[in-house]
């Protein structure tokens, strides 16, 4: 189990505050309360409030398709939303987000200089329920690995001061990677377990629409598995990796992390599946289900593979192929034929599988705990992360005992399932 879903410590005072907080509110709330849309929901719910510390809003943006469905429904129509309330917001590069801007006055959400502010919202304590820190887009550095270095650690780091300064914890959703970089990804990994923040942080692709179903049970017997990304090898590849991750996880004896990473490039792509490296029917199954350019992915001359192999020797194998249109993974259990599907980014109704990961921070913000393990997260993105080294060292493959990160699945569904809020 996730360190972040155990009960607190009775000698952890910031903790135990939080504790008595939660039974008082978030912890006797039904769930069908909260599993409900709001609009059709027979108990009402009343909203939880949140503080935002985001990098830039413009239209599309990661902050838009977040918080604008705060301020302006599921649609951003007007329209019902989920049941939290924006009350703060701390924006890092207010040039560029004029279009949130005109938003939040509209709204009349203040906006401060500084994080703290944001979450004492210009007071002396902490009245916010959940914390949203979206550090994506904006005009930030890129390193020698092909990685933006955006500020998502200083925007953590000042977050756990303020509720150290303030003798509170509150839940933190962070979005996408903990961090692009591994070390400060388990900086702020480890600040969180220590002061027992509630942590979650991901992709909204493994909870978005799905092609084809491809749930899982826990401790399946899966002999192979493919994955498939496109676009860019960081901002893309995380999201591959995760929805890889959400269905591999599920095998038998994980998740005890990985042990080898490496990324290779070139005729070496071919020459792994020739090898027998890669799964050549688990592969194709997956091609076949992404929307792609070439008749056969062997014809993809861009190829990148990330490979890995985990402690339980299960072999990791991402194509990120600029042939394909979306990410998708393959697998064949046990005794069955290979099953496969897509991960779809939908941009009409305003990128609603964006609302089924804000369903999930919902939930988390009035239970108090997060609703999948963020060691899910913390392993996608340092494979990532190590993948993107190698490939600098020319495809060697690393070592990565930092990266044998043990935790416990959780069976957390994918739109557009009943139990879970259907936007309207």
Not at 268 to 278: F, I, L, N, Q, R
């Amino acid at each position: 189990m996730s360190p972040f879903q155990t009960s607190l410590p009775e000698t952890d005072r910031l903790s135990r505050r939080r504790t008595l907080q939660l039974a008082a509110g978030a912890g006797l709330l039904p769930l069908a309360a909260i599993t409900s849309s709001p609009a059709s929901a027979q108990i009402p719910v009343k909203p939880r409030s949140v503080a935002a510390v985001i990098t830039v809003y413009f239209r599309g943006s990661h902050a838009d398709v977040l918080l604008t469905k705060i301020l302006e429904g599921w649609k951003h129509d007007g329209g019902p939303g989920p049941a939290l309330k924006l009350e703060s917001i701390c924006i890092d590069q207010p040039q560029g987000s004029e279009f949130g801007l005109e938003l939040l006055r509209k709204h009349n959400i203040p906006q401060f200089r500084t994080i703290e502010q944001a979450l004492t919202v210009g007071g002396n304590s902490i009245p916010v329920d959940g914390v949203l820190s979206i550090g994506e887009h904006g005009s930030y550095p890129i390193n020698e690995f092909e990685q933006q270095l955006y500020p998502r650690k200083r925007f953590f780091e000042e977050i756990t001061d303020t509720f150290r300064k303030y003798d509170k914890v509150v839940p933190v959703f962070n979005d996408k990677h903990i961090s692009t970089v591994w070390d400060d990804a388990k900086w702020m990994y480890d600040r969180a377990l220590q002061l027992r923040v509630p942590f979650m942080a991901g992709s909204s692709l493994p909870v978005s629409y799905r092609t084809k179903p491809l749930e899982l049970p826990l401790d399946s017997d899966i002999e192979a598995a493919v994955g498939i990304g496109y676009s860019g090898l960081d901002v893309y590849g995380f999201h591959a990796l995760e929805c890889f991750q959400t269905i591999v996880e599920r095998r038998r004896g994980a998740e005890q992390g990985v042990r080898r990473v490496r990324c290779i490039e070139g005729p070496a792509v071919w020459k792994t599946v020739e090898d027998g490296w890669v799964d050549a029917e688990v592969m194709d199954a997956v091609y076949a289900a992404v929307p792609h350019s070439k008749s056969n992915i062997r014809e993809d001359q861009g190829a990148k593979l990330f490979q890995f192999e985990y402690v339980d020797g299960f072999r990791g194998s991402l194509f990120m192929l600029p042939t394909a249109g979306l990410s998708g993974v393959a697998v064949r259990l046990k005794g069955q034929p290979t099953l496969a599907t897509a991960f779809e980014e939908r941009a009409d109704p305003s990128y609603p599988h964006f609302a089924w990961l804000l369903k999930a921070i919902e939930t988390m913000v009035h239970r108090g705990r997060p609703q999948w393990p963020v060691e899910r997260t913390l392993l996608t993105g340092g494979i990532l992360d190590r993948a993107l080294r190698s490939r600098h060292a020319g495809g060697r493959m690393l070592e990565t005992p930092e990266l044998q990160i043990a935790y416990k699945p959780v069976a957390y569904p994918c739109a557009p399932l009943p139990d879970l809020l259907t936007p309207p």
